[in-house]
């Protein structure tokens, strides 16, 4: 067989490497300005952060370069070992770690840092890509499904064991990836509606919640029946039931309702009226209500009585301000609202580079890291932000286009992983800072201080980048 | 083609709608909403930070000993400072001009956002009257911080000082500012938690004339100061001063403990320095002193020093042999100016032969314990003589020698015993027995124990058995228990009725007529329990020990006293204990005389 042999270089896309190098760049300069002591020009401390991200940037090309040099199909071949390697190098980093602000995240090697939690991202994607291409593998089977399921969870459980909140949610973006391969929008949109009700659970009452669920439950019968005059009568009969349970209750067995007891009367009728409807009318599509709704009852109350009567009252305290769902003025708060006030004060041209006020060391804590977008927001103003944004989008846009015009599964699944982990930094991360998302500290990639989150990023996109410039000797 | 290739739209539309709304919302608070624009106008908020007054600590009799003194820094932010008028700003600091400059060279240097100390413990005329004029000097502030103060110059070593945090703790613990102040040894080390209370928080907005005009968002963001907890420790004021006083001439130091309850009554490491030596702007300076002084007066010898027990420890060899069942009360054995065997001799000092052991104890006599030695080791229960000595060593780990006993002070060190295997590198396996340890029977040898583990074994004996660890803490303002770590109690291997003969022998030592080898440990009307010892040191002349714990019934006082490069433990350091003693049981040293002879004695030699 004849393999053209095709010149790599040429066919790496230097576009996304050049938006890349621009984001880096301009993450620099934004750093530098957090972290100056001297007012601009003077010296250059290369033991400020400043410096060492600067090894770190230099280091990164070097690793791309490395990344370039082995061959397309090593990444293909080596997926399971990669991915086995550094679920080893999670155990160790829970066994082993250096604990540093209460989370087992990190190995200390001659005075660097290492975060593992970061470079599993990639390797995940990789055995992700290698399951999914494997022979008899279906999404649309249980055991897919499931070994799916474990090659995600795997490491997003040992991160959550170090604790580390922020890179445990990354992993659950890989659903995208599976969307994108046939995943069911059904069961999308269902896994959208209940983490919209874990949070609905934590934040209004029980009540109101269960009557929530009675109106969404009168809606769907609605849209499925199609016939208003059915559904008063049948939200005319459950409200009549209601009153009925209600009445007996307080007046003849003497007993006060509790809010509880009040949430559950309002659901029992309409479920009762469902399951005759079902019963009587032997269609599917009226199961599937009644199945819906009695699933997101039992959602409810389990998450309930979790977070309740499991959970102590310090760590309920601590789930509510780590969803951002609790005002902690003097922790998280604080900072959001610091963070909210830099950005807002750069106006639509900024104070200007090295010029920022507001975005003092003191006021916003993780001001190199997590919430370096201040310092963009402060001095290059609208003007800076949007360009950041747009560059993102850009980056973001253009992966897709490459993703697309894989030839093979497996390049193309990756590339959904890349798109997807990238995704959920940007969104996260700059949601948060201007206050749109709750806080959840996971760095901007390319641009934040920090030398794993960098590397890491690095190897996935370079990886990615590899494969698309041999695509077309790769075969599917 | 790929069946959900159109699915690659809802990505694209997804990216570009979040991208669409992140700009939106960076429209709406950088362009629309002016208010975070005035913020910065008018220099936003102004944090300040309220340090509480750190708790207090007291004596056991509830005698106040540190305390706290105001002190204001000036503080300054480069970033935030505009022309002022510097000749104005000297008058009223009283500095010269040059030094202004300088001082704001160096902020500079470290920081234009962070605040600097400009001027460190200014008193409160010169502070207050900087505060009325703070108005036209923006990017200036005074920041109220507390110095300790101590109302008697006594027990630097167990209360330690509070210095700046250094970098090692800024890095690690977020709490710590730059400039903040924290326990840095001792008491205020180990209980800085306690003490230090909380820092509170203010935040202010700022007109464009830097003055304050309201709380910012009706005080959301402040947080609430609380004061340090105060702290009763275990120390008795009076017996400290006294045991420093004894001590002036010497080097050495004296640990006191209540054996009831392990409390530390006094801790005495000699030569000393008054603590507040310790405080304020020259802290650096006069550390640096102290650590070049010969004599290491911040060596806590009562914790770090080690050295061999010498003859206190025939007081262990007793209660092993009687535990083993190798010797009784009334064994006794022959001694003639010391002891032979294999061609081998140590010598012993005149007296009656033979003796039995509450004799042996009471004359200290050689070669009686390494004849106890012997027994031990050759005793048949054990298949040699290596695990013999295992056996032995395991009984005196139960007292804890081999280990920090616990004390809360982080400098303490633990002692030695060498294990069997120490013997057979060193010698070869099987290839030794008793006569080649035999100084370990009478506390020479490859032994070491620190003063503290000494007086705890005065304590083990005087509550016939066991021993609480000893503790510094007796009550912290607020916690209604402290520590079950120094409640406990840990009983050694050795049965309570084997200390009775001990007792009885270290009654005689100082009670005892003929042979009694420190009957100048004596205290009129008490019945003191002691016994001597002499550590070899082969740097110079030996020191000079001594155990003892009164009265005998109840004890409520047990102590050790060394005393470097004084010879024999009778000579200095059982005086010494001797008046210690009589200092707590009757608030009092009548014997003046004999204070002033201890004192004075060796001064002048």
Redesign the interface.
């Known amino acids: 067989m004849m393999v053209q042999r095709y010149n790599t270089a040429a066919n790496i896309d230097w576009i996304s490497i050049i938006l890349c190098l621009v984001i880096i760049g301009f993450g620099w300069m934004n750093i530098y300005s957090a972290n100056i002591l001297e007012d601009g020009a003077g010296s250059f401390d290369m033991s400020q952060r400043y410096g060492k991200q600067l090894i770190w940037i230099g280091a990164s090309l070097i690793l791309a370069v490395l990344v370039f040099i082995l061959d397309a199909k090593f990444y293909i071949y080596f997926a399971y070992v990669l991915y086995g390697i550094i679920i080893l190098v999670l155990i160790g980093v829970l066994l082993f770690g250096r604990e540093i602000n209460g989370a087992k995240s990190w190995f200390v090697i001659g005075g660097f840092q290492i975060q593992p939690s970061e470079f599993a991202k990639p390797f995940t994607a990789l055995a992700l890509a290698g399951l999914m291409t494997s022979h008899n593998f279906s999404l649309k089977k249980f055991t897919g499904l499931l070994q799916t399921g474990l090659i995600i969870l795997l490491p997003a459980v040992l991160i959550l064991l170090q604790p580390d909140l922020g890179s445990t949610v990354v992993y659950f973006s890989f659903i995208f990836v599976l969307f994108r391969e046939g995943f069911s929008a059904n069961m999308m949109i269902m896994l959208a509606g209940l983490i919209l009700l874990f949070f609905a659970t934590l934040m209004i009452q029980q009540p109101l919640i269960l009557l929530i669920i009675t109106g969404v439950s009168l809606l769907a019968y609605l849209g499925t029946a199609r016939s208003l005059k059915k559904t008063v009568i049948l939200a005319v009969t459950a409200g009549a039931l209601f009153g009925i349970l209600y009445a007996v209750n307080k007046y003849l067995l003497d007993a006060r309702f509790s809010l509880f007891m009040t949430g559950l009367a309002t659901v029992v009728p309409i479920g009762l009226l469902l399951t005759v409807i079902v019963i009587r009318s032997r269609e599917i599509r009226y199961l599937k209500i009644l199945a819906g709704m009695c699933i997101a009852i039992l959602f409810v109350v389990s998450v309930d009585y979790g977070m309740h009567r499991i959970l102590k009252p310090h760590q309920q305290q601590r789930i509510y301000v780590t969803l951002g769902l609790e005002d902690d003025p003097q922790g998280v708060g604080y900072n959001v609202n610091q963070s909210k006030i830099a950005i807002g004060s750069g106006g639509f041209t900024g104070k200007g580079y090295l010029n920022g006020t507001q975005t003092k060391l003191h006021f916003v804590p993780e001001q190199s890291t997590d919430f370096i977008f201040c310092t963009v927001g402060e001095e290059w103003g609208f003007l800076g932000t949007t360009f950041v944004i747009l560059l993102y989008v850009g980056l973001l846009l253009r992966m897709i286009v490459l993703a697309e015009r894989q030839r093979t599964t497996f390049s193309r699944i990756f590339g959904y992983g890349f798109i997807a982990v990238l995704f959920t930094h940007f969104l996260i991360n700059i949601g948060m800072t201007i206050g749109l998302l709750p806080v959840i500290g996971i760095p901007l990639p390319f641009f934040s201080y920090g030398g794993s989150s960098l590397w890491a990023f690095t190897i996935f996109l370079c990886i990615f980048l590899r494969l698309d410039a041999n695509r077309l000797e790769l075969l599917r | 083609m790929n069946?959900?290739?159109d699915?690659?739209y809802?990505?694209?539309v997804?990216?570009?709608l979040?991208?669409l709304?992140?700009?939106g919302?960076?429209?709406q608070?950088?362009?629309l909403?002016k208010?975070?624009?005035q913020?910065?106008l008018s220099?936003?908020q102004s944090?300040s930070v309220i340090y509480p007054a750190r708790g207090l600590i007291f004596d056991r009799t509830g005698e106040i000993m540190v305390y706290n003194q105001a002190a204001y820094d000036v503080m300054v932010v480069p970033?935030l400072l505009e022309p002022f008028d510097t000749t104005e700003l000297c008058r009223i600091l009283s500095i010269s001009r040059q030094s202004v400059i300088e001082k704001l060279r160096s902020a500079?240097?470290?920081?234009?956002?962070?605040p600097s100390i400009f001027m460190k413990q200014l008193d409160y005329e010169h502070a207050s009257l900087l505060q009325e004029k703070l108005y036209q000097y923006p990017g200036f502030y005074v920041q109220t911080r507390t110095l300790r103060k101590y109302t008697r110059p006594i027990a630097p070593h167990a209360l330690g000082y509070v210095g700046e945090v250094d970098q090692q703790v800024l890095d690690n613990d977020?709490y710590y500012?730059l400039g903040d102040y924290i326990g840095v040894s001792g008491i205020e080390k180990a209980y800085e938690n306690y003490l230090r209370g909380r820092k509170g928080k203010e935040v202010f907005l700022k007109d464009v004339h830097n003055q304050t005009i309201e709380s910012y968002q009706e005080g959301?963001?402040d947080?609430p100061v609380e004061v340090g907890k105060n702290l009763t420790i275990t120390l008795d004021s009076d017996l400290q001063e006294y045991g420093e006083e004894l001590m002036k001439p010497y080097v050495g130091s004296i640990v006191a403990l209540e054996p009831a309850t392990g409390e530390v009554l006094a801790l005495v490491s000699a030569p000393s320095y008054p603590p507040d030596l310790l405080v304020g702007r020259n802290l650096s300076r006069r550390f640096g002193e102290l650590v070049a002084d010969t004599l290491k007066p911040l060596f806590n010898r009562a914790l770090m020093a080690q050295y061999p027990p010498g003859s206190t420890f025939k007081t262990l060899m007793a209660l092993i042999g009687l535990q083993e069942q190798v010797i009784s009360v009334s064994t006794s054995f022959h001694c003639y100016y010391g002891f032979y065997a294999g061609g081998i001799h140590t010598a012993c000092h005149l007296h009656d032969s033979p003796l039995n052991l509450i004799e042996a104890v009471q004359n200290s006599c050689n070669t009686y314990f390494i004849n106890v030695l012997k027994h031990i080791l050759q005793d048949a229960k054990y298949e040699n003589p290596a695990a013999a000595y295992d056996n032995w060593r395991r009984h005196l780990l139960s007292f804890g020698f081999t280990r920090p006993l616990g004390i809360e002070l982080t400098n303490e060190l633990k002692g030695n015993i060498p294990g069997s295997d120490y013997f057979n590198n060193l010698y070869g396996t099987g290839r030794w027995n008793y006569l080649t340890i035999r100084s370990l029977a009478i506390g020479q040898g490859e032994l070491l124990i620190t003063p503290v583990q000494m007086a705890n074994l005065a304590a083990t004996i005087a509550n016939r058995g066991y021993y609480i660890k000893p503790h510094l803490v007796k009550k912290i303002e607020g916690v209604d228990l402290i520590d079950p770590e120094y409640t406990e109690r840990h009983y050694t291997t050795i049965d309570s009725v084997n200390y009775l003969p001990v007792v009885d022998g270290m009654d005689l030592v100082v009670n005892g007529g003929k042979g009694s080898t420190a009957r100048n440990a004596k205290v009129p009307g008490i019945v003191v329990c002691g016994k001597t010892g002499t550590a070899e040191n082969p740097h110079g002349n030996d020191h000079s020990i001594f155990i003892a714990f009164a009265p005998k019934e109840d004890p409520k006082i047990a102590i050790a006293v060394y005393v470097e490069n004084q010879g024999f433990g009778a000579t200095y350091a059982a005086p010494i204990a001797s008046l210690m003693i009589e200092k707590y049981l009757t608030g009092e040293v009548k014997r003046t005389w004999y204070e002033q002879w201890v004192m004075q004695k060796i001064t002048s030699e």
């Open positions: 069946p959900y290739r699915r690659r809802v990505f694209g997804a990216i570009i979040v991208g709304v992140f700009i919302r960076l429209f608070i950088q362009i909403d208010s975070y624009a913020y910065a220099n936003a944090v970033l500079r240097s470290y920081s234009y956002r962070v977020p500012q959301r963001y947080v």
